[in-house]
């Protein structure tokens, strides 16, 4: 069992930034691919980026390409998203997600991919 417990978020003018943290319990940190994905009211939740377990491996959506940084300390069993020059539209809550099947050079781009997940840490851009 794989606990994930998100941190960082809050309300931020556009164009401001913020870093969100995930940490994790188990023994296996490394052996598993890391994602975030957030979702608003009313809609799916959609991919915001992944990142290997060895960290040598990442992916982003389009939308946040260039803007947000996904990273990981495997020391601190922790990921990272730091996001900058946010926009009204990334408003959302945000989630973190473990996929322990993928070993430590995989990405997984799929929420079906992910076995287990944050509660959840509201993000909100003010324009």
């Known amino acids: 069992q794989v606990q994930l417990v998100e941190s960082g978020g809050g309300l931020v003018q556009a164009g401001g930034s913020l870093r969100l943290s995930c940490a994790a319990s188990?023994?296996?940190?490394?052996?598993?691919?890391m994602g975030w994905f957030r979702q608003v009211p009313g809609k799916e939740r959609e991919f915001v980026a992944t990142?290997?377990?060895?960290?040598?491996?990442?992916l982003y959506t389009d939308s946040v390409k260039g803007r947000f940084t996904i990273s990981r300390d495997n020391a601190k069993n922790t990921v990272y998203l730091q996001m900058n020059s946010l926009k009204p539209e990334d408003t959302a809550v945000y989630y973190c997600?473990?996929?322990?099947?993928?070993?430590?050079?995989?990405?997984?781009?799929?929420?079906?991919?992910?076995?287990?997940w944050g509660q959840g840490t509201q993000v909100t851009v003010s324009s």
């Open positions: 188990g023994r296996t940190f490394s052996a598993y691919a």
């Open positions: 990142i290997s377990g060895s960290g040598g491996r990442s």
């Open positions: 997600a473990a996929d322990p099947h993928s070993g430590s050079r995989n990405i997984a781009l799929s929420r079906y991919e992910y076995d287990y």
